[in-house]
């Protein structure tokens, strides 16, 4: 356990398990297999345009949703313009036309998806060097290739981050933790183009795609077999194109999510939509040239489709204990909170951990560095150390992971 002596506009958050003591009056939930989140259907349409000037014969592909065992594709039909063909072959739907002349071509699908949204169980993730790494079906997984380019500085870094650590999830952790605080994420930059994970070592900014190719190399150069994902998550303004990884258990004998723009470590929400995933993805994955123009990408909800995060609240994953329940102090004196985070499950559990100050002028930030990894069926306490604040009132502190959520009554009198 580690002490941090903060103002309250900057709260710094470290920890330490420890063993939990006797159960909570609230049921634990103790599962075996994977904790499902939440389950949706939903329906999309996806419209890929293009200008033709002159061409005997012109074709434009859109890739289908994969099946997989968080997902499952019900209907899919496509609908060619200008009397063109559309056929569905193995997951690609294509659009096809003879003797078009200065033409906008259109080619659209539309696709029924069930989604699970899973929390993968793992109790026992094992240690590095995987045993049966030789195996061929995760050979590929741990090559360099033109996006995942591991070289030599990307191996001193990774080789840094983790140190002696061997345990896989923590191995993980270490590196999902350095790059939420080391990776800038950028909306505009220069990042027009995709980039591979050199250059994102190098310059420190990204977007997804650029984050899972770094986390790619980093993992794959320590030798945990990574795969890279593509598909459709939601955004501020809607759904959109998407890039995140997964990662082998050897014990489990599965693969589980890594998403490090979602914050998604180790479980999946119930609304992203996955369409390849690959040892290295060939850009464009969703169409077929880069001159072609993707609109109207609409999603539209056959039930009622919960945030995420309201799924991970009902299922009692974690608790948050603090002592003292509420706070009375007076005006800029130091308070001290101790905050335990609480697992619940028989699972490793990654999760954000945040403070937010509340009608204390305050800005709502995400931390992303504050990523906390809880054992299975463990605690971690924390001890925070800030001033009050000068005007006298009543304030409040919430603490945020994605599993739970408490708020203290600040009193400053």
Known sequence: MKKI???????????????????????????????????????????????????????????????????????????????????????????????????????????????????????????????????????????????????????????????????????????????????????????????????????RIGLCDEFSHLFAAFARSLGIPTKLVLGYAPSINGFGLHAWTEIYIPNEKKWIPIDLTYYEWGWSDPYKIKLASSAELHYPIFYSCKECELKNIWFGKKIDLLNSEDYLMQKNIVDIYTNPKFIDCKPGTISKIEIVLKNNIDSYLQTNFYIVGNNLGIERKFLRGDVVLLEPNREKKFEIYFVSPIKRGTYHIDIHTQFKSRTIVLNVK
């Open 5 to 203: 002596i903060v103002a309250l506009l900057s709260l710094g958050l470290f920890g330490s398990p420890l063993k939990t003591g006797q159960d909570t009056a609230q049921k634990r939930v103790s599962e075996t297999k994977d904790i499902v989140l939440g389950k949706t259907t939903i329906k999309y349409k996806i419209d890929l345009k293009c200008k033709v000037e002159n061409g005997r014969d012109f074709s434009l592909f859109i890739h289908c949703p994969v099946n997989d065992l968080s997902q499952k594709l019900i209907t899919a039909n496509g609908k060619a313009n200008y009397g063109g063909k559309a056929e569905l072959q193995k997951r690609i739907l294509k659009c096809g036309w003879s003797d078009v002349e200065n033409k906008n071509l259109e080619c659209t699908l539309e696709a029924l998806i069930e989604k699970e949204g899973k929390l993968y169980m793992i109790e026992n993730p094992g240690k590095l060097p995987i045993d049966d790494i030789t195996a061929e079906h995760l050979r590929a997984y741990l090559k360099p290739s033109y996006y995942v380019d591991i070289n030599e500085k990307i191996k001193k870094k990774a080789l840094e981050i983790v140190g002696e650590e061997k345990n896989i999830l923590k191995v993980v952790h270490k590196l999902v933790k350095w790059i939420n605080r080391n990776i800038k994420y950028v909306v505009n930059g220069d990042t027009e183009s995709i980039k591979p994970a050199s250059w994102v070592l190098e310059h």
